[in-house]
């Protein structure tokens, strides 16, 4: 009942999601249990681009088939060594799933926002798919339509080349355009942190430190730890605001102590015990001074909560009070409108979300599981050199993989049953 309530206007959002996709159902070509609405929008442009800029575009898509490779062999090492963690029950290895807006990531204890989610994900998939359109037409290939599609609650988007041209174009060619999305998706990724840190930033990230403090796997850039070299919006955020403590959700467990005690989402968190905090290394300093069955007073901007912190889930030593999605919090400094500052971590937010989607989609999209641009290149590489015996290979390659995924997604949650 708690995740019913938790989540109402996400649930609410999906079903009337659901509800317009059934309405004009007519309007969509299914396929299998995927749902297409093609259009013609945007392949005026994606030829008008790929014919002016063809040289350059030619020159950029060789460059994003060495990259695309690269990423290949990345996420595959990644994603095999992650399911093989799990098999053999490595401490602190968590698994993954698919990232839905308004609904948790797994393995990183955080949401990813509904509202910020789908326009992130609308930018990226633009971004993707106008790539693979525009090094097509630089090609000569043929666009056929372009479009949304729905997998149940996960959207994605698509341009249709003409496979009858596509097929009789060189290897290279086709490397090339299937490479462009994936490529494209690491550029978004840097430019979105040139936007939020500068054109050089010197980024502090603490990574696994707030691992063992919170019970769950973390990895991130936190505001406060960042000291641009240039002008981005970190820079500009930090000169009209002043840090004023963390805000935090409780999980929603009757055994973790920060539940019990009644706090409210959203509560920031100014003290601990009587300790100033103002950003997250205060946070965390204070946290780490703390011990299972200890007495915590947190104090927060919607009042003081006395709780009994209880052993860290990850690591039965430390405590842990049982919160999560703790984000820095900002007050204006005087002088400067309250909007302003939201305004500016709105888009800080969302320039954050768009490059971290971006980067793992890009990369996940390497992974050779039959629809993905991974997949098809290495079909091509696959009737190359085994020729006849091509096809086979490629499939039991992909069956491989999917099943890697399947192992990432599915048995973590079925060990934690059974254990």
């Not at 159902?25 to 995927?34: A, P, S």
């Not at 984000?327 to 204006?332: E, N, T, V, W």
Request: charged fraction near 15%.
């Amino acid at each position: 009942m708690s995740f019913l309530v938790q989540y109402l206007p996400v649930i609410l959002f999906y079903l009337g999601l659901f509800l317009i996709i059934y309405i004009n159902r007519d309007r969509f070509e299914k396929q299998g249990i995927v749902y297409l609405y093609k259009t013609k929008i945007g392949l005026k442009l994606m030829d008008s681009w790929g014919k002016k800029l063809n040289s350059f575009v030619k020159f950029t898509a060789f460059i994003g088939v060495v990259i695309a490779y690269l990423g290949f062999f990345l996420v595959t090492f990644m994603l095999v060594k992650n399911a093989f963690d799990i098999i053999i029950r490595k401490p602190d290895v968590v698994g993954g799933g698919p990232v839905i807006p308004g609904l948790p990531i797994a393995g990183l204890g955080v949401t990813f926002p509904l509202i910020i989610g789908w326009i992130s994900l609308f930018i990226i998939m633009i971004v993707h798919e106008f790539s693979h359109g525009i090094v097509a037409r630089a090609y000569n290939v043929k666009v056929k339509s372009s479009g949304i599609a729905f997998f149940g609650p996960i959207l994605g988007a698509f341009v249709e080349p003409d496979e009858k041209d596509l097929i009789k174009k060189p290897h290279k060619v086709q490397h090339s355009i299937f490479a462009a999305g994936p490529f494209s998706n690491v550029i978004l990724y840097f430019v979105c942190l040139m936007l939020m840190f500068g054109i050089m930033p010197v980024v502090s990230p603490l990574v696994g430190k707030t691992a063992g403090l919170f019970g769950y796997n973390s990895t991130g850039v936190y505001l406060e730890d960042v000291k641009p070299l240039n002008f981005g919006l970190a820079t500009m955020i930090t000169g009209v605001s002043v840090q004023a403590g963390i805000e935090v959700t409780p999980i929603k467990n009757s055994s973790y102590p920060a539940y019990n005690a009644g706090m409210k989402d959203g509560a920031v968190v100014n003290g601990i015990n009587g300790e100033k905090v103002e950003n997250i290394t205060h946070f965390i300093g204070a946290l780490s001074k703390l011990k299972p069955d200890d007495m915590v007073l947190i104090s927060t901007d919607k009042g003081d909560y006395e709780l009994v912190a209880v052993r860290n889930p990850s690591n039965a030593s430390m405590a842990f009070i049982g919160v999560s999605n703790f984000k820095q919090h900002f007050a204006s400094r005087p002088g400067y409108p309250q909007f302003l500052l939201k305004s500016l971590l709105w888009f800080f937010e969302l320039l954050f979300w768009t490059g971290f989607i971006s980067i793992n989609i890009g990369l996940i999209n390497l992974f050779p599981i039959f629809i993905t641009d991974g997949a098809r290149m290495l079909k091509l590489n696959f009737e190359y050199v085994f020729r006849k015996k091509g096809d086979e290979y490629w499939k039991i390659l992909n069956f491989a993989a999917l099943a890697v995924i399947l192992i990432i997604i599915f048995l973590p949650p079925i060990m934690k049953i059974f254990s």
